[in-house]
């Protein structure tokens, strides 16, 4: 037996004995005991409006506890609120590290009920698919992210494969939704990852295969045509010479797009910036205009050179030759017989400045922001004819970024166009001639 029975049990037989006493005295021991007996339970009474007092308040019994039974009761069920307490707070700080956590997550994380409900979102939610939580809580997600082909997956219950989507809220991004049943009584774990880049990504590499494919495929189909009639063709060789001709020149065509897509690939795969050596770049420009003016011949373009003699820049000279080389070349290709052209090397504020202006027909303001863009042509005939890839400027655009450079086109439809390389400061040497 407990030693609290045994107080209580004290405390019943001392009652029985005094109340009995005066009882057996006067000859009525029922009202006597009935006496005592009513008080021990009217502090019974008391004890359990105390305890309920306190369990509905919440209030921590406080001592002094009274002997016996009671006593017990009190002290357990003040350990029992301790123990209560401390997992309270225990759960509390691990909610809030929980609700920390789900707000550094990029990825917006949705928690929806049988119904499709939402219960719970963290603040991504918004930016990627338009949920504020609390706001709302109950509502269907279907309501919020109305989408066909998201009710649709849903309905199939197939969540092995991602769900990639464009949200209604946010037209300019493309998320990734994955979604996994959890608990038992239905319920879904959503999680959405903005995967906007990666998919332009990839759309750019499908684009580049197949413009790579086209671009190869005429000039194969034209030194392909050619070669089979020749082979089964019994005239002499001579008489096949235009045939030969133009294979040549398709062979050629397609050398000089090979030989860019490797530039690019190598520019593209190379990260590291190589940029220990000393440029001469007033002679590389002089090089190059003149070769400007052996590839403008009978076209008789006019071209000046106006750059500062010393001042030279650290860099990777290959990569600024076929850079300078094709912002040149283009002017040529792409401008009328006789257009003025002037090439500018000089300090300009707080950068190294290479501008390449002709006088030219412009080119239309729609154009200008995907110029760097593979195979992107203005007239794609046009700069076939005149031997362009279509992949010039992306070439520069990577050389000028491995330089810390950046490209600006300013053109004005009717009055020509201004292609500048704009490098830092820190890349200028000066290069005094010795005596
Ligand atoms: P391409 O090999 O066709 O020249 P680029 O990437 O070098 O390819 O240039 C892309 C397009 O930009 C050209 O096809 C042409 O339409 C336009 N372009 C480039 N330079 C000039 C220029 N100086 N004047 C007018 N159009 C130009």
């Keep these: 037996m407990s030693p609290s029975w045994n107080i209580e049990l004290r405390i019943l037989l001392g009652i029985a004995i005094l109340g009995s006493l005066p009882g057996a005295f006067l000859g009525n021991w029922h009202l006597s005991l009935l006496i005592p007996l009513s008080g021990y339970l009217l502090w019974h009474l008391f004890n359990l409006i105390r305890l309920r007092r306190c369990l509905d308040l919440r209030k921590r019994l406080k001592p002094p506890y009274p002997p016996g039974l009671w006593g017990e009761i009190y002290q357990q069920t003040v350990t029992l609120q301790k123990r209560g307490q401390r997992r309270k707070r225990r759960l509390s700080r691990f909610a809030s590290r929980f609700r920390e956590a789900a707000a550094a997550l990029p990825d917006a994380a949705v928690i929806i ?19 504020t939580w609390p706001e709302m809580q109950g509502q269907s997600l279907l309501k919020i992210v109305s989408h066909p082909v998201l009710e649709e997956y849903l309905q199939q ?17 493309v998320v990734s939704l994955r ?54 063709s019994d005239k002499k060789l001579t008489e096949h010479r235009r045939a030969l001709q133009l294979m040549h020149q398709q062979t050629e065509r397609m050398e000089i ?23 001469a770049v007033p002679l590389m420009l002089e090089s190059i205009t003149s070769e400007a003016r052996a ?25 600024l030759r076929s850079a300078f080389s094709n912002l040149i070349f283009n002017a040529v290709r792409h401008t009328p017989q006789r257009s003025e052209i002037t090439i500018g090397w000089k300090k300009s504020g707080d950068n190294l400045c290479l501008s390449v202006s002709d006088t030219g027909e412009g080119i239309a303001a729609i154009h200008i922001p995907r110029l760097t863009e593979r195979f992107y042509r203005v007239d794609a005939g046009r700069s076939r004819k005149s031997g362009g890839t279509g992949l010039g400027l992306a070439i520069v655009k990577h050389v000028l970024n491995r330089h810390r450079g950046e490209l600006r086109i300013e053109s004005q439809a009717g009055k020509g166009s201004t292609f500048s390389c704009y490098f830092p400061l820190e890349l200028a040497m000066r290069h005094e001639p010795a005596d």
């Design 295 to 319: 590839l403008s011949g009978e076209h008789r373009h006019v071209l000046h050179l106006e750059s500062e003699p010393t001042l030279w820049m650290l860099g990777n000279e290959s990569e």
């Design 157 to 173: 219950a197939d969540y092995s494969r991602p769900l990639e989507l464009t949200p209604p809220n946010n037209k300019g991004i």
């Design 113 to 131: 009920g049988e119904y499709r409900e939402m219960e719970w979102a963290n603040p991504a939610a918004l930016r990627l698919l338009g949920i």
């Design 257 to 279: 797009i090979i030989t860019d897509l490797l530039t690019l690939s190598r520019l593209e795969m190379d990260n590291e910036e190589r940029m220990q050596e000393a440029v």
């Design 179 to 232: 979604v996994t049943p959890f608990g038992r009584t239905q319920h879904y774990l959503i999680l959405a990852r903005d995967i906007t880049q990666l998919y332009h990504v990839n759309q750019t590499r499908r684009d580049f295969v197949s413009n790579v494919s086209h671009e190869l495929r005429t000039p194969l189909t034209v030194i392909s045509g050619f070669l089979e009639t020749l082979v089964h």
